[in-house]
């Protein structure tokens, strides 16, 4: 007899396998965090948090999470910014910055570098720049830049297309209740960690025994001119002496400059807009010394100085008479090591200058002494909790250096406008 196939009696269904698959997505955001860690910078970082509005909310949203990974994972150098060297040779053609990249081996950095306009295309476009554009000063992914002919500055972060301000400096009253027979420094400028986008600008002007702050605020788009204050306990001073900023000297929310006489310090405090006077170590004051006030890993202030081909570090220090002081942490020769990363072509040099300080590096170049522009520097990372170099780059050393540092994107930090992570990526 055959058998009955009608629908109720058709055999019974076969029970289905319950999968035991665990997807990613289903993953919570503690154990993703986790993951998160170890993954190999930041680049790779931002890669795969951009990937889903989930991963970015996670990442966006913890500033624990920022912080275990800053300290596994510094921010890492994409390149170094060079100022022009000088006039070009037509007049009519404005000189504008290079960029030269680290040229490493992780392909997420190499993207992020593809990706950018380090050419600054966008401020060779803007229409009547005669002079050019000239770096002040690259801090958090912004760039900092001005221009001469126009008394403008612009702020750009070179990882956003499109993203320039244009700072109106050149607006008379600012200008001239700025400089008030006063000499006006670089521009120096101040971002934070917590809240990517905003910024401050700070230039200083000084005169025989004063100086001033002027400030401007991305969050007013503003320009305040502070008060002439005296300064204290300055050094004497001969014919012509004056107070000279050493570019890019920042640590700490403190600006410094260097005394033309190489013998004292003026500090700022960006907090509450103090001035202080100190002298410095006998052998910083070496002619032949080249030295940048910079930031350890951790974020504390140090000096770096070099000296032929040894290169020390210096931290603030209260001494047993209640004196701050700087003092001198450790020294070291690396001759053997420039002889590891640079083989037979270290004949060529007979010294290194630190040319930038950043995050727990200092960057220096090779030099000889015979200054010849013909004999290019070689450009070299040493990281200060180890002392361990590292080889860059070749390239003519004829201009102010600006290292590039990758910053976090806005969109993976804390909660900002369009960037706020229930607004999706």
């Not at 990442?59 to 999470?65: D, G, I, K, T």
């Not at 800053?70 to 000088?86: E, I, S, T, V």
């Not at 001239?176 to 006006?184: D, F, L, Q, T």
């Amino acid at each position: 007899m055959a058998r009955d196939r009608s629908p109720t009696n058709s055999p019974p269904a076969k029970r289905r396998k319950e999968s035991s698959t665990t997807t990613v997505a289903a993953l919570g955001e503690d154990i993703l965090l986790e993951i998160f860690l170890r993954l190999p910078c930041l680049a790779t970082l931002v890669r795969a948090a951009l990937t889903c509005r989930g991963w970015r909310r996670a990442v966006a949203s913890s500033p624990a999470f920022h912080r275990r990974f800053r300290q596994l994972h510094p921010a890492p150098l994409l390149g170094l910014l060079f100022n022009p060297p000088g006039p070009v040779q037509d007049p009519e053609l404005p000189a504008f910055p290079s960029f030269v990249p680290t040229r490493g081996t992780d392909r997420d950095q190499a993207a992020a570098v593809r990706g950018g306009d380090f050419f600054l295309t966008s401020l060779q476009e803007r229409s009547g720049v005669h002079n050019g554009w000239d770096i002040h000063d690259c801090r958090g992914g912004y760039v900092l830049l001005a221009n001469g002919d126009q008394e403008t500055m612009a702020v750009v972060n070179p990882l956003v297309r499109r993203s320039e301000r244009f700072l109106d400096f050149g607006h008379k009253d600012t200008l001239e209740g700025h400089r008030a027979c006063g000499i006006v420094h670089r521009a120096c400028l101040l971002c934070s960690d917590e809240d990517p986008t905003s910024f401050r600008v700070i230039i200083i002007a000084h005169d025989k025994s004063r100086v001033r702050a002027t400030v401007f605020s991305s969050e007013t788009g503003e320009w305040s001119v502070r008060r002439w204050v005296h300064i204290p306990a300055r050094p004497r001073r001969g014919r012509g002496e004056r107070w000279i900023l050493n570019s890019n000297m920042q640590a700490n929310g403190f600006l410094y400059w260097v005394s033309k006489n190489r013998k004292y310090m003026v500090t700022l405090d960006t907090a509450t807009v103090d001035f202080s006077v100190n002298e410095l170590p006998i052998f910083l004051q070496n002619r032949h010394c080249t030295f940048v006030v910079g930031e350890m890993k951790n974020g504390e202030a140090c000096i770096v100085y070099a000296i032929n081909f040894t290169v020390g570090v210096l931290f603030r220090r209260t001494e047993s008479d209640g004196v701050d002081r700087w003092v001198l942490d450790r020294a070291e020769l690396l001759e053997t090591q420039l002889g590891r990363v640079l083989g037979e072509v270290m004949e060529n040099y007979n010294e290194v200058e630190v040319v930038a300080v950043r995050d727990g590096f200092a960057y220096l170049a090779t030099t000889e002494s015979l200054n010849d522009s013909g004999t290019p520097s070689w450009f070299l990372s040493l990281c200060l909790e180890t002392m361990i170099l590292e080889k860059l780059f070749q390239r003519t050393y004829d201009s102010s250096v600006h290292p590039y540092v990758m910053p976090w994107p806005p969109s993976l930090v804390g909660n900002y406008g369009r960037f706020a992570p229930e607004d999706g990526t």
